[in-house]
């Protein structure tokens, strides 16, 4: 039997894609026997087996698989467990190294999708939409003016290089930008510990300074003359990190440029068609009192769909992403506001104005994750127009900020969940060499009250 699989295979190498196996590779699973002697082919050889079906087959065979084997998209989700537009997302997005065919299809190694599973150590992480600017006090009020139109970033600024230092460790920015204008010795000598951090390997590093250093940092390093130009060169190294290939809903609505890097940051939330909880429900309760609002809504948008989280005065639990105003509240960096919607020419033949339920204001905010991330945002909605006032803007941010505070501590959580879980797997198993010992059992004679232990 192991004869005609192998005689199959060898005419039938090039509908595999593979070199010819020899005999005692290839095993017949045809049987609950043959799946026995497939795993113990694992455990003797160090393999790893794939069954394969061809059509030019009679029965099915099992293959050994090297580290490096090419997946597609499809192969890729069942080794996840994830739907294929999940892991064509998270290609897509970056998370997993990929290519393409000369036919247009998305190629990856197992190596590297086993290795996002497993999650080891030594894998870098892909960045976040975080950015760091490292600069003077008077320096910094400029960079957040520049910085404060660029949706797709969320800025933190220190004018301590110590303090930046220390939060940095706790996240994967997209960009670290330090301002030598003064010369500051402390943020020159910042330079170093970051391009010898391994965690930020994928994050880009910018000086500011006119005339620029001489060679400093290597090619790790890129060096702009003014803030301006900083924010320039990040954002095209935003558009370039994502992608230039588009979307099916291009030209539809308004997209981030980091759009699949976001959508992948949604999926990796878990949140989208989950039930209702009072975390959120609170928020969407306290946005429509105190806004004195009918509608209220947690949203999170997918490629396709406007998803409520939440919902206050609003029956049907998602609408097209199309019908979304919350499509150009993730392109802000705070409140975006429409006082009349069936008078604004971008949302004025929507189906939600025209038709019932016949909305006409609305306002939101973003609400991101742990990483940046808008994934979606907290809004009130009003079947009369009307404008917000100082206090009312105040609290919607607020609450939008509870949000995302609510994002983030889930995020930690399943980060720490993770870690435990790797540690355990990675544990010497109970009674094993460098593990834990197994206890003894206490063994006492008869009648050997208080006297301890007896001997074995």
């Not at 620029?212 to 370039?240: C, F, W, Y």
């Not at 104005?353 to 009003?382: E, N, Q």
Request: hydrophobic share 45%; aromatic share 6%; with cysteine.
């Amino acid at each position: 039997m192991l004869r005609r699989v192998a005689l199959y295979l060898r005419d039938a190498a090039s509908i595999h894609g593979r070199e010819r196996q020899s005999i005692n590779s290839i095993i017949s699973i045809n049987s609950p026997r043959s799946y026995r002697r497939c795993f113990a082919f694992q455990l003797k050889h160090g393999v790893r087996i794939r069954r394969v079906r061809s059509a030019s087959l009679p029965f099915s065979v099992a293959i050994p698989m090297t580290n490096k084997d090419i997946l597609t998209t499809a192969e890729t989700a069942r080794l996840f467990g994830v739907s294929v537009r999940t892991a064509q997302l998270l290609i897509e997005g970056g998370s997993i190294p990929s290519w393409k065919t000369p036919g247009g299809h998305r190629r990856v190694y197992r190596a590297d999708v086993e290795a996002l599973i497993e999650g080891p150590a030594a894998a870098v992480a892909p960045p976040s939409a975080m950015v760091v600017i490292i600069a003077a006090a008077d320096r910094l009020t400029v960079y957040d003016r520049l910085f404060s139109g660029i949706s797709e970033f969320a800025v933190e600024g220190f004018a301590d290089p110590f303090a930046a230092l220390l939060a940095i460790g706790s996240m994967r920015p997209f960009a670290i930008v330090v301002d030598l204008h003064d010369c500051d010795p402390s943020r020159r000598a910042l330079l170093p510990s970051l391009l010898h951090d391994p965690a930020l390997g994928r994050s880009r590093i910018l000086t500011v300074a006119a005339p620029p250093p001489a060679s400093e940092g290597g090619a790790r390093v890129s060096h702009v003359g003014t803030p301006e130009a900083a924010a320039a060169e990040l954002r095209k190294a935003l558009a370039d990190a994502d992608g230039r290939e588009t979307l099916p809903t291009e030209g539809i609505f308004p997209l981030s440029l980091n759009e699949r890097q976001r959508l992948v940051a949604l999926e990796r939330s878990g949140l989208v068609d989950t039930v209702p909880e009072e975390a959120f429900d609170r928020l969407t309760w306290l946005a429509a009192q105190t806004l004195d609002a009918p509608v209220a809504l947690l949203t999170l948008l997918t490629q396709t769909r406007q998803w409520f989280k939440s919902r206050i005065g609003l029956d049907f639990p998602e609408t097209p992403r199309s019908w979304s105003f919350c499509n150009h509240t993730i392109l802000q960096n705070g409140i975006f506001a429409v006082a009349d919607l069936a008078s604004d020419a971008r949302f004025a033949a929507n189906p939600a104005v025209v038709g019932p339920p016949g909305f006409r204001f609305y306002a939101g905010v973003p609400v991101r994750d742990g990483d940046g991330f808008a994934v979606g945002s907290l809004c009130v909605i009003d079947y009369e127009p009307r404008v917000l006032g100082e206090t009312e803007e105040k609290a919607l941010l607020a609450l939008a900020g509870l949000a995302s505070d609510e994002l983030r501590l889930r995020s930690a959580e399943r980060a720490l969940h993770q870690a435990r879980r790797r540690g355990e797997r990675d544990a010497p198993p109970v009674g094993s060499r460098g593990g834990r010992r197994s206890a003894r059992p206490t063994v006492r004679h008869p009648g050997a009250r208080g006297r301890g232990p007896a001997a074995d």
